[in-house]
C-alpha cells in the first residue's frame, strides 16, 4: 500500500484519441456497466498478476479532500462486510498469494498475484475490498496513525520530500501540486461519511478496469466480473470534473543540517493527450537518462559535482513537468546548478543523430523487458486501457519512437528555455543561486 510519485505515469503512450489497432494478444471485454475487462495469458506462466485500476487519483480530491484518496486505499484492507483485515490476510496467504495498491496522481490501483487456479478467490477478494468496505471508525482512527507516521517518514526523508515540495511549486494552488499523502490536517479530519462520498464518486464501473496477466483465461475473468462486480453503479450520482492543470513554477527551499542538498530543477513539460510527449521523452533520455548522458558525463564524470544526476519527464493527462534532480554537497550546488542548466542548454542546439538513436534504444529495451513479466504487462495493459481505451500493440510503440526525429528532439529541448523555472531543494542553502538568477540561466543563448 504505497502513494506512487508522478514517474509512475510516464509511459510510453499513444495520443488520446489517437485510434489505432488493439494490441491483438490481448483481449479486452466491455460489459454493459462500462466495466472493461481485459487480459493476456502467458503460456509459460503459473501465476497470474491481476488488479482493478481506477481512474481517480490524488488530483481528483476536492479540496477538503487532500489525501483521502490514498486513506481510502489504506481503508480497503481493514475489513468489509463479510471478512475483517486479518480473514483477508489470511485468505490471500493461505493460497501464497500477496495483495497490495497505490495511489498516484490520476489513478489507482489495487492488485493480487496468486497461482492461476487461484484466480476465483483473487477477484472476490479485490471486489469484497471495493464494492463493500466496512470503514468503521475504529479501523479509521488507526489508519490514521498510520498515515500520519508516513507523512512524519517524508519530512524525514530528503531526497523523497524535495519531489513533494517540487510539485507544490510548479503547479501552486492545484490539486496536482499537493502531496498525495495529504497533511495531518487534513487526514485527521476525515470521517467514514467523506470516505463514502469519494467513493460514490469516482468508483464507478465506467471509470474501472478489471485486468490480468499470466496464468488466465479471459471468459473465466468476464465471468468472475460478472459475478463479483455487477453492484458496480455504471456511473456516479454525482458527476465532478477533474481540475485542469497549469505549470507555473515557483520556489521551495527547506532548510535542514544535511550533510547534502537535494535539488530538483523543473520546467514546463508535455501531456501524453497528443504525440508531443514523445521528443520530450527522449530529449530527457539523451539529458540524463544513463551513464553516457550530457548531465552524467559532465557532472559526475568530468567533476564530480554529485554521485547521481538525472533527468525525466512526467506527462500527465492535460500538462507536464519536466526536470533534473541531483544531491550536491553546499559549497558545489551553485556550480552544479550552472553545469545543469548550460547542459540544458547546449543540448537543445547540438544533440545528434546517434545520441538520439542511443536513448531511442534504451527506451525500447526498457518497454520490451516490463512486458516479458506478468506484473509489467499487467500495469501498462491497465493503465492504456483506462487511459485510451485499448492495450496498445508494442509494434506501434515502437514505431512511434522510431518516428521522432532529431529536429523534433531539439526543438522539445528548445521548449524548455526561458520559462519560469521551478527549484525545489533541501538541505544547506547557502550556495543556491536566487530563481532569477536560475530564469536567466535557462534562457537560450545565455
Given at each position: ?270 501531456p501524453f493527450s497528443s504525440g508531443a510527449h514523445y521528443p520530450l ?166
Amino acid at each position: 500500500m504505497t502513494a506512487t510519485g508522478p514517474h509512475e505515469t510516464a509511459e510510453i503512450a499513444a495520443p488520446a484519441g489517437a485510434g489505432g489497432r488493439h494490441d491483438p494478444e490481448v483481449d479486452l471485454t466491455t460489459l454493459p456497466s462500462g466495466l472493461r475487462v481485459v487480459s493476456q495469458r502467458m503460456p509459460h506462466a503459473a501465476t497470474v498478476s491481476l488488479g482493478i485500476w481506477i481512474g481517480a487519483g490524488a488530483r481528483d480530491e476536492l479540496p477538503h479532500e487532500h489525501g483521502l484518496a490514498h486513506l481510502l486505499e489504506h481503508m480497503a484492507f481493514k475489513g468489509t462486510a463479510r471478512r475483517n483485515a486479518l480473514d483477508i490476510a489470511e485468505e490471500i496467504e493461505s493460497v501464497g498469494g500477496d495483495l497490495n495498491a497505490a495511489t498516484s496522481v490520476e489513478y489507482t490501483c489495487y492488485t493480487a498475484r496468486v497461482l492461476g487456479s487461484d484466480l476465483p478467490l483473487a477477484v472476490d477478494i479485490l471486489s469484497d475490498i471495493l464494492t463493500a468496505p466496512a470503514l468503521t471508525p475504529e479501523e479509521l482512527k488507526r489508519e490514521k496513525g498510520v498515515i500520519l507516521q508516513e507523512i512524519s517518514a517524508v519530512q524525514d526523508t530528503p531526497d523523497d520530500l524535495v519531489y513533494d515540495r517540487f510539485l507544490e511549486a510548479a503547479f501552486p494552488e492545484q490539486p496536482l501540486g499537493r502531496p498525495i499523502l495529504g497533511t495531518a490536517k487534513t487526514v485527521q479530519s476525515f470521517t467514514p461519511e467523506a470516505v463514502r462520498a469519494y467513493l460514490a464518486r469516482n468508483y464507478h464501473a465506467g471509470n474501472m478496469v478489471l485486468a490480468a496477466s499470466g496464468a488466465v483465461d479471459h471468459a473465466e475473468l468476464v465471468a468472475l466480473a460478472q459475478t463479483h462486480l455487477s453492484a458496480l453503479p455504471a456511473s456516479p450520482a454525482v458527476a465532478h470534473e477533474r481540475q485542469g492543470g497549469a505549470y507555473r513554477g515557483g520556489e521551495a527551499r527547506i532548510k535542514s543540517d544535511e550533510e547534502q542538498v537535494h535539488l530538483v530543477l523543473g520546467f514546463p513539460g508535455k501531456p501524453f493527450s497528443s504525440g508531443a510527449h514523445y521528443p520530450l521523452q527522449i530529449f530527457a533520455s539523451v539529458l540524463g537518462g544513463g551513464l553516457s548522458s550530457r548531465l552524467f558525463q559532465e557532472v559526475r564524470e568530468k567533476r564530480g559535482l554529485a554521485y547521481a544526476v538525472d533527468a525525466f519527464h512526467w506527462p500527465f493527462s492535460d500538462c507536464g513537468v519536466f526536470g533534473i534532480s541531483a544531491g550536491t554537497a553546499p559549497d558545489d550546488v551553485a556550480e552544479l546548478v550552472e553545469v545543469a542548466l548550460g547542459c540544458l542548454r547546449d543540448a537543445a542546439e547540438t544533440v545528434t543523430e546517434a545520441e538520439v538513436a542511443r536513448a531511442r534504444a534504451q527506451m525500447k529495451v526498457g518497454l520490451l523487458a516490463s512486458l516479458e513479466s506478468p506484473g509489467g504487462k499487467l500495469e501498462q495493459m491497465a493503465r492504456q486501457v483506462l487511459i485510451f481505451g485499448r492495450a496498445i500493440p508494442r509494434e506501434e510503440l515502437a514505431a512511434r519512437l522510431d518516428a521522432v526525429t532529431l529536429e523534433a528532439v531539439r526543438d522539445a529541448g528548445r521548449s524548455l528555455l526561458g520559462h519560469q523555472p521551478t527549484i525545489a531543494a533541501v538541505g544547506p542553502l547557502h550556495g543556491l543561486p536566487p530563481a532569477t538568477a536560475l530564469r536567466h540561466g535557462a534562457r537560450a543563448g545565455a
